[in-house]
């Protein structure tokens, strides 16, 4: 987060408007340029992104009577940073969203941080019935005051409740229920029930660790351990951290992963999620982990949490970041909104040589929006320099690609592809033999002058078998890379002069076989 930001007239006035009982119907304004929205340069078709203005972390993340909830950090009267409040949207089906009035506002103890939202099925906190459980969202309240005061106890943690399916929300009378106990960055709070021990668990994220709480009621917190101190990455602060079991892929085995985001100090500079698995018992997380893990080695998939309450027998741990990263969100070229989330993935967690790994891939409701009508394939072609695809009328800039490559026959130097418009701007995608890495390479793929951090390359180690599989959903302004059935993520944004409109498949020091590919034009969702 920028702590610039954290003071505007705008927050004294969303201060002066805040109530405790919120119904509101904060419909965004229309798009300044009288287009319709969604239609702008640079907008995302099939990701989330608001109408209008600044939109962040997702949060409170829950499944409730049919939909998925989709609270976001949002500032509603710029499209910059500034005094947080949870817009919120919801989903049948985790693609096409509904837009819904704003649900958090400031109040007098503050903005409204990044946090989670469960449902209280047993009624722990009598907020509502067993027969009308409440939707609970616990969160972090930001006070300026105190921070322009130079005081440490800036952040704590508060609850607000919905009986409404998340329409209209009511804050806790008592809040703040964790007050801050003098840690200057001490925040969202990720909340679960944990069966075994039969308490709420919190995870929060305390500068250079986590913090885990329990509690019998969502009201009244004891603090169990802190997590992380030393272990992984430290080089930025902590933030937005989750705890999940997750079964080990084909084994009865049930490990907990510890996810938690940091800015900066990613793989490839500013905001990256990290995670570590082990055991979790109720009190403290045991980690297993020897080496550091990234979720997403790109540049833009950060903060970062899972659903909660997804019904057992659909049984997915699914995940949504925001695709953008504090060293250049606020300043990427678009106008009226800014910033989208990534598309919806499901993680499974995979036992590999040396450990486990978390692996990615997009949510299986992207069917929804394949266009049958749409689809080219290519034939099988041993490569060597470059070879144009024929797109056969699919849209680079609204698509998924799956890209098939053995290296049975002999490895290259290099491979991969490159997108490219008529104005010679290109995003390559590369595997490197010298360096054993998957590259990202935007340095020449169009707008870039509005950060000096946001050109360049993104890197990944990757070991390379007998094939590549390259899965990308590409969007206006964004390429999410699955390789090997999401074994390596990579997630960059891109903003071509004009869409990119060819593709290459390319091959340097030596040959290299596509053995299939298949590119299929997405429906825009909105
Ligand atoms: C992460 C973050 C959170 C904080 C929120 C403020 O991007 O800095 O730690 O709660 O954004 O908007």
Redesign the pocket.
Known sequence: ?KKNHLFSTGMVISLLVAVSIISCNAAPKKSGDGKSFYQEKYRPQFHFSPEAHWM??PNGMVFYAGEYHLFY?YYPESSV?GP?HWGHAVSTDLVHWKHLPIALYPDSLG?I???SAVIDWNNTTGFGSKGNPPMVAIY?H?NGTIEKAGGVDVESEAIAFSLDKGRTWAKYKNNPVIKNPGIR?F??PKVSWNKEAKKWIMVL?AHDRVKYYSSPNLKDWSFESDFGMGLGAHGG?W??PDLFPVKVEGSGETKWVQMV?I?PGGPNGG?ATQYFVGNFNGKTFASESTRTNWIDWGRDD??GVTWSDVPEKDGRRLFLG?MSN?QYGEAVPTSVWRSAMTFPRELVLKKVSGGYLLASSPARELALVRDQQLTTTVSPETISGEKEVNLNGVALSQCELNFDFSVEKGIPDSFGLVFENGLKESLKIEYSKGSAQFIVDRANSGSMSFSNEFAGLTKAPYILKKEVRLHILADAASVEIFVDDGNLVMTDLVFPTESFNKLKVFSSGGKIELKNAEIVGLKRIW
């Open positions: 987060m962040n972390d950090q940073w947080m903005m941080f990044s946090g972090t930001h960055d925040r969202d994220a602060v933030e937005c985001s800015n905001s950060y903060a925001w504090w």
